[in-house]
């Protein structure tokens, strides 16, 4: 028997051969460690997240892309009072450039959010739908696209590629040819 640390679980051999785990890597920064682009990128998500429209989460979210073009396009949530349609900053960010220059490749995403009953001082994460989503530019571009996150303070983080946010995605090259 083998004690397992991550699953704090004893196991034999055998099934030990048969755990796999995943490394993800990614950076944590903070705002005086960024570099042009990226400082840039998060101060146009955090300018356009006065033009969120979240009455009911109060919880304002932006993005901020930036295209192989050097075109920024700017998105941010738009709540419903119908709950299950907000659409997310991400996914409001990306569908608008997608939309505008259906042939670019998206270089980056720059994630902020703000909210006027606590500070947001954490980094914020794209759900797991906005994953999903950044996956498909990913694909459909073939172009890595670079995360960055910060709360209205504190650290940011940055992925090099939304794949390590999604680590065993469904993309299309699951489906039949
Ligand atoms: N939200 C985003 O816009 N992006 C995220 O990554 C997380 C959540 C929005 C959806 C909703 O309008 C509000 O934040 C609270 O969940």
Redesign the pocket.
């Known amino acids: 028997m083998i004690y397992n640390f991550h699953t704090n679980l004893k196991m034999s051999k055998s099934e030990l051969s048969r755990h796999r785990s995943l490394h993800i890597q990614y950076q944590e920064l903070s705002t005086e460690d960024l570099d042009s682009m990226d400082l840039s990128l998060l101060t146009h998500a955090k300018k356009a997240v006065r033009s969120a429209y979240?009455p009911?989460?109060m919880?304002a979210?932006s993005a901020a892309v930036l295209l192989e073009n050097g075109q920024t396009i700017l998105g941010t949530?738009q709540?419903n009072a119908s709950y299950s349609l907000?659409?997310?900053?991400?996914r409001s960010a990306l569908a608008s450039a997608a939309a505008q220059y259906p042939d670019q490749k998206i270089k980056a995403i720059a994630?902020t959010?703000y909210s006027s009953r606590r500070p947001i001082d954490h980094p914020?994460?794209?759900?797991g739908a906005?994953r999903q989503v950044l996956r498909e530019y990913e694909q459909r571009h073939k172009h890595p696209i670079r995360v960055i996150m910060q709360g209205a303070s504190g650290p940011v983080l940055i992925f090099e590629d939304s794949a390590s946010l999604l680590p065993l995605s469904f993309t299309r090259k699951d489906l039949p040819e």
Do not use: D
Request: hydrophobic share 40%; proline share 5%.
């Open positions: 979240a009911y989460s919880f979210v949530n709540e907000c659409l997310c900053a991400e994630v959010a914020i994460t794209p759900c906005c």
